[in-house]
Structures are given as structure tokens and as C-alpha cells.
């Protein structure tokens, strides 16, 4: 048994991407280590931000962990909102506000391509490895659907006519950019000698 701690405060995550691992990895939270406190995430890439997270779990704790960061990367706007999608509109981190400022951004753009971006940091052993999952696909001109959360109302998925919020989370789930980076932590996990 492989035990590892995902350094969020987050617990949806913590569930969602426990469904996505195999049973043979232990995945706890940061309140099995008693760390209430946010853990700061003050980098300017998504790389970066999350080693930052996960380096703090380990040097304070020396357990195995990782972290992630994601964020939308708009091409015609070089990469932004990127590493700012939650403040995007500001310090808020007010969903509709930000995807507001998006389509006023891109009002006069014909490039709708985004992508959406998960990296993940882990740390294992003493080593540092990171994983990152992509999903493409473009930001239409009006909000539609209800489920999800973000930017989900307007991210149309590549080879997809439903925005992610329009589709059930089941299904965005196994398509989704956090959904690709931890099968790839999944698969590089099962693949150590810890079995
Ligand atoms: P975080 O790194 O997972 O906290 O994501 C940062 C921000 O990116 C969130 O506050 C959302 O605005 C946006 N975001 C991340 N994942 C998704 C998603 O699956 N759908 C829509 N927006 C997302």
C-alpha cells in the first residue's frame, strides 16, 4: 500500500480524484496531517505553483505528495487568463465575473481556441515529477449549462457541441484536463515497486 497526501484544502477534489486512483494507493488530505492553514501559491506559472504547494507539504511533513494548478489558457490572449483564471476579475474569485471579462475580452476575436490545463506535481521519495493535462477546445459566445463550476458554461470541449457545464460531471470527468493529469500520476504510480 502506497500512502500519499494531496496537498488541497479542497475536499471535492480530494474525492474526485480519489475516484480516479487505484485501490492500492492511500490518498489522505491535509487534515490527516493537521495543516489547516492555506498553502501559499504565489508563482507566475502553473508549474511552478504547484511544486511551490507541494514542496511546502514536504519539507514540513516529509511525506509523499503532490499538488496540482490548473488554468484556462486563451490563444488569443497569449496564454491569460492562465495561471489568474480564479481572480481573473479580481481578488473575488467570482465565477460569473470572470468568464464575464472573458467573452468581453474576446468580443472582436475570431480565435475562440482555449485550453484548459492541469499540472501536477509529485513528490516522491525525495524526487520531483510533474504531470500535465491538457484539454482543447474553444470559448463560445454565451454561458450554457448548469453543472461544473469556472469557466465550465463557456468551454466547448474539442470533437464535443456541449459546454462542460452542459454535460453530466461523469462525463467531463473522464475527459477533462484534471481527469488526464491524474491518470497520468495514476499510471506512473501503479508503475513503482510499491505493489
Ligand atoms: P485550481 O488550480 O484547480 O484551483 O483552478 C484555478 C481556477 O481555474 C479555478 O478557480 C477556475 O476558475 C478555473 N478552473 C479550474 N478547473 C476548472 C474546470 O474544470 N472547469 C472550469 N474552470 C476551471
Known amino acids: 500500500m502506497l500512502k500519499i497526501v494531496f496537498a488541497t484544502q ?4 480530494l474525492q474526485e480524484i480519489k475516484a480516479m ?3 492500492g494507493i492511500e490518498l489522505k488530505g491535509l487534515d490527516h496531517l493537521g495543516l489547516n492553514d492555506d498553502i501559499p501559491e504565489t508563482q507566475n506559472t502553473l508549474e511552478k505553483n504547484a511544486l511551490q ?3 511546502f507539504v514536504y519539507e514540513r ?11 484556462l489558457e486563451v490563444e488569443a490572449l497569449n496564454g491569460r487568463p492562465g495561471v ?7 481578488e473575488g474569485k467570482n465565477n460569473n465575473a470572470n468568464m464575464d471579462k472573458l467573452l468581453d475580452e474576446l468580443k472582436n476575436s475570431g480565435n475562440r481556441r ?5 499540472v501536477i506535481a509529485l513528490i516522491i521519495d525525495g524526487e520531483e515529477l510533474l504531470f500535465n493535462g491538457i484539454a482543447e477546445g474553444e470559448i463560445i459566445n454565451e454561458k450554457r449549462g448548469k453543472e461544473g463550476f469556472g469557466y465550465d458554461p463557456i468551454f466547448v470541449p474539442k470533437g464535443y457541441t456541449e459546454t462542460y457545464a452542459q454535460m453530466p460531471l461523469k462525463e467531463k470527468n473522464r475527459i477533462s484536463h484534471r481527469f488526464k493529469a491524474t ?3 495514476a ?4 508503475s513503482l515497486n510499491y505493489f
Not at 511533513?61 to 488554468?71: L, M, P, S
Not at 489568474?84 to 479580481?90: E, I
Not at 482555449?114 to 492541469?118: D, E, K, L, N, W
Open 10 to 13: 479542497n475536499p471535492n477534489k
Open 21 to 23: 486512483l487505484p485501490d
Open 53 to 55: 504547494k507541494a514542496r
Open 61 to 71: 511533513f516529509k511525506v509523499n505528495c503532490f499538488a496540482d494548478d490548473t488554468g
Open 84 to 90: 489568474h483564471s480564479a481572480r481573473f476579475a479580481g
Open 114 to 118: 482555449a485550453r484548459f490545463r492541469t
Open 183 to 185: 491518470k497520468m500520476l
Open 187 to 190: 499510471d506512473y504510480l501503479m
